[in-house]
């Protein structure tokens, strides 16, 4: 399905299921379909509609200083569409994302689950790591783009990160995604820090995390629920930052058991 944005552009939107609404916000590096496992799981109870971001829209213009706003705007434009209870979920950056639409529309959601968003409160890297990426991707290495955001930012080790870079000859989709992760990264830099702002966010929240993520995401993840006024952390024992297509059920359960908290019960009432 395709919805109209403020400034005319269709939104991208893959739909399953009927039910109650819950909207996904995908993360980095892709599009929405790593989240189409959780959505089939939840498709029997729940009407899921996963939205492409612009980001990781190759035929759209990117601007890291507008791009968040944008993505916000499009989220505007969904929810208007869906009849509440609505239940948002964001995933990394798209989580990011997620609080920020949260925070432009505080009543449109009832409620949010969060899985590890990167808030730019701690550092996203070293100081000079954006600038090196940038240059990489300007001298037409997107791998070592990749592996510089991997090892800095994400902090999944050397080796893991060179073997992703090495990938980029290899997979098409990180070819095309890759320099839109970099202006990603440069859009959550640009927010600067946010708590104070998420803190006037009164929209029951379930922040999700992993035991086996990096330990600064988990990190992020505490600082965030503590600054919520109604925000609680659920640790999934077992499961990283990638748990919605390793362990989808695991990730849909959670789903959609804070549905049920926040009123957008799997049986069609409210």
Request: charged share 25%; hydrophobic share 50%.
């Amino acid at each position: 399905m395709a919805i109209r944005s403020a400034d005319g552009v269709d939104v991208i939107v893959a739909e399953d299921g009927s039910g109650p609404a819950i909207l996904v916000v995908h993360g980095g590096l892709s599009d929405e379909s790593p989240w189409a496992k959780v959505a089939a799981e939840l498709a029997p109870r729940f009407r899921v509609l996963r939205i492409r971001r612009r980001l990781y829209r190759p035929e759209l213009p990117a601007d890291p200083a507008t791009d968040f706003g944008l993505e916000v705007a499009d989220l505007t434009a969904v929810a208007a569409t869906l009849e509440p209870p609505v239940l948002l979920v964001g995933h990394s950056s798209g989580a990011v994302v997620a609080l920020e639409a949260m925070l432009a529309l505080p009543d449109a959601f009832a409620g949010a689950v969060l899985y590890e968003p990167p808030i730019p409160d701690l550092p996203l890297g070293r100081p000079d790591s954006l600038v090196r990426a940038r240059a990489a991707l300007a001298g037409g290495r997107t791998g070592r783009a990749i592996r510089i955001f991997l090892a800095d930012v994400v902090r999944v080790g050397w080796t893991a990160a060179a073997l992703a870079g090495l990938a980029t000859r290899w997979v098409p989709l990180m070819r095309t995604f890759g320099p839109r992760q970099i202006d990603d990264w440069d859009a959550l830099c640009r927010l600067g820090p946010r708590l104070d702002a998420y803190a006037a966010i009164r929209t029951p929240a379930l922040l999700l995390t992993g035991d086996r993520s990096p330990a600064h995401l988990g990190e992020r993840v505490r600082l965030l629920a503590a600054a919520m006024p109604d925000a609680r952390v659920e640790v999934m024992p077992g499961q990283g930052h990638a748990a919605n297509d390793r362990a989808p059920r695991v990730v849909a359960d959670e789903i959609a058991a804070f549905a049920e908290r926040v009123g957008a019960r799997d049986d069609g009432t409210s």
